[in-house]
């Protein structure tokens, strides 16, 4: 036959007391908490006017980029085309 000790069973007494003390001590409801995120919509749900400012931007940028090298270059030219001064040769 099983022989169980007496301080095994008021132990598991015990343990079983806390366990039904603790959750009847504990409240319950039924709602529910969260937290709400502010996260981007995923590209592949955006419409085309929202998919097309990132572009749009940075072609506006690449272009102001290329401007100012062209006016760079335009500059250059014009001093290249500016007609030298005659040097006086000594003979």
Same mark, same amino acid.
């Given at each position: 036959?099983?022989?169980?000790?007496?301080? &095994?069973?008021?132990?598991?007494?015990?343990?079983?007391?806390?366990?039904?003390?603790?959750?009847? #001590?504990?409240?319950?409801?039924?709602?529910?908490h969260?937290e709400? &995120?502010g996260?981007p919509p995923?590209?592949?749900?955006?419409?085309?006017g929202?998919?097309?400012?990132?572009?749009?931007?940075?072609?506006? #940028?690449?272009?102001?980029?290329?401007?100012a090298?062209?006016a &760079?270059l335009?500059a250059?030219?014009?001093?290249?085309?500016?007609? &030298?001064?005659?040097s006086?040769v000594?003979?």
């Open positions: 036959m099983i022989h169980i000790s007496l301080q &095994r069973v008021v132990i598991g007494t015990a343990l079983i007391a806390s366990g039904v003390l603790a959750g009847a #001590a504990l409240s319950t409801s039924n709602e529910a969260g709400i &995120r996260t995923p590209q592949a749900f955006q419409s085309g929202q998919l097309a400012v990132p572009v749009l931007k940075e072609m506006a #940028a690449t272009l102001h980029q290329i401007d090298r062209l &760079r335009e250059a030219a014009q001093k290249l085309q500016m007609p &030298r001064p005659a006086r000594n003979n």
